[in-house]
Nanobody, 130 residues
Framework: QVQLVESGGGLVQAGGSLRLSCAAS????????MGWFRQAPGKEREFVAA???????????DYADSVKGRFTISRDNAKNTVYLQMNSLKPEDTAVYYC????????????????????WGQGTQVTVSS
């Protein structure tokens, strides 16, 4: 069972930047598709970004329209870590951010659906003040 631990959240002013990290346990990390999701109070969990594992369209990424051009997802398989670089943050980016794994790499077409992810981290709070 993969364990995921997010870090890097915090309080930042609008226009600022944060870099989230998600460290994974286990030896199969490089094969997993990885996703970032977020959930604001009273709202459903929503897709933010995803990146493929090494067995499926290497290095492909996908972003929600609301973050495209501001956020960048990347991974370091040697460190078993996936990152989310967030720039030009807005108050509406305030949420708890979660990383998650898709162990079935063929699930990539459903990367935006949280129900298609197998393991989740505990989340890290991001608060953007206006």
């Amino acid at each position: 069972q993969v364990q995921l631990v997010e870090s890097g959240g915090g309080l930042v002013q609008a226009g600022g930047s944060l870099r989230l990290s998600c460290a994974a346990s286990g030896r199969s990390f490089s094969r997993y598709n990885m996703g970032w999701f977020r959930q604001a109070p009273g709202k459903e969990r929503e897709f933010v970004a995803a990146v493929t594992g090494i067995m499926w369209s290497i290095g492909s990424t996908d972003y929600a329209d609301s973050v495209k051009g501001r956020f960048t997802i990347s991974r370091d398989n040697a460190k078993n870590t996936v990152y989310l670089q967030m720039n030009s943050l807005k108050p509406e980016d305030t949420a708890v951010y979660y990383c998650a794994t898709q162990s079935a790499q063929s699930s990539w077409p459903s990367r935006r659906q949280p129900t298609r992810y197998d393991c989740w981290g505990q989340g890290t709070q991001v608060t953007v003040s206006s």
